[in-house]
């Protein structure tokens, strides 16, 4: 004789709701997939970069699970410049990846400390001819104390400056020395309700090491593209 096993009427009751749950919604998939630029092999891509403190620039294709499609590393033109200008070809394998993807760049100084980063989101397609990109820098992060250069001899690091709101991530503070220490850190969060206003912030960071060292200060929120970072912004500072 079997034993048959007695079903209980809650686990039927979840697994009918379960099956009658609704999926993505069609018009939310249209909608994610419009806001994303369509780009066919080869991205023919320009852009002008601030040349302060810089010392590489890094492009990155990148899918929706962030492996890397296509990677350049630049050694910028900035002898004598304020700005420089970049334009090539990047090229993908259109016949395996026709996926959600970003558009990534990241600038290094001399230290490998990223100074900025700039990131689109793109959907791969398998249209016929190369696709003109031209990107325009807007950093959503300003810094207005301290400035550039700045010497700072006080036990703790007062910053101020704006930030227009379109990530509702909070701001990450970061001062890294020459040599690689994190010496001062904080966080500032983003007041609710202020999606797409123009706030201003202010953080008093404790330094923790007062050992004399240039240091970069860095502002940044934290994204979805293949640094981890979707806007940032720093200063360049001598700790006395």
């Known amino acids: 004789?079997?034993?048959?096993?007695?079903?209980?009427?809650?686990?039927w009751a979840l697994l009918?709701?379960?099956?009658?749950?609704p999926g993505p919604?069609?018009?939310?998939a249209q909608a994610e997939a419009s806001s994303r630029l369509a780009v066919s092999s080869p991205i023919e891509l320009s852009f002008n970069y601030p040349c302060r403190d810089l010392a590489s620039v890094q492009v990155v294709l990148d899918d929706e699970v962030k492996d890397i499609i296509a990677r350049q590393i630049l050694l910028p033109d900035c002898d004598g410049k304020e700005t420089g200008n970049y334009s090539g070809k990047i090229y993908w394998d259109p016949f395996e990846r026709l996926t959600p993807a970003h558009l990534s760049i990241g600038a290094y100084d001399a230290q490998t400390r990223l100074i900025w980063v700039q990131s689109l989101d793109i959907q791969?397609?398998?249209?016929?001819?190369?696709?003109?990109?031209?990107?325009?820098?807007?950093?959503p992060i300003r810094v207005n104390t301290p400035e550039q250069s700045a010497q700072i001899s006080t036990p703790s690091l007062n910053v101020q400056g704006e930030l227009t709101v379109s990530n509702t991530s909070p701001l990450n503070f970061e001062l890294v020395s020459d040599a690689g220490?994190?010496?001062?850190?904080?966080?500032f969060q983003i007041p609710p309700g202020s999606m797409g206003d123009v706030i201003g912030y202010q953080v008093d960071?404790?330094?923790?090491?007062?050992?004399?060292?240039e240091a970069r200060l860095s502002v940044m929120q934290f994204g979805q593209d293949i640094f981890g970072i979707e806007s940032i912004q720093s200063v360049y500072l001598s700790i006395r």
């Open 16 to 21: 009918i709701s379960l099956l009658l749950l």
């Open 181 to 187: 220490r994190i010496i001062a850190a904080g966080v």
């Open 1 to 11: 004789m079997f034993f048959k096993p007695r079903a209980n009427p809650l686990f």
């Open 205 to 213: 960071l404790p330094i923790t090491d007062r050992q004399p060292t």
């Open 25 to 28: 919604s069609p018009t939310a």
């Open 124 to 139: 791969f397609s398998d249209a016929p001819g190369p696709t003109e990109v031209e990107l325009a820098f807007d950093n």
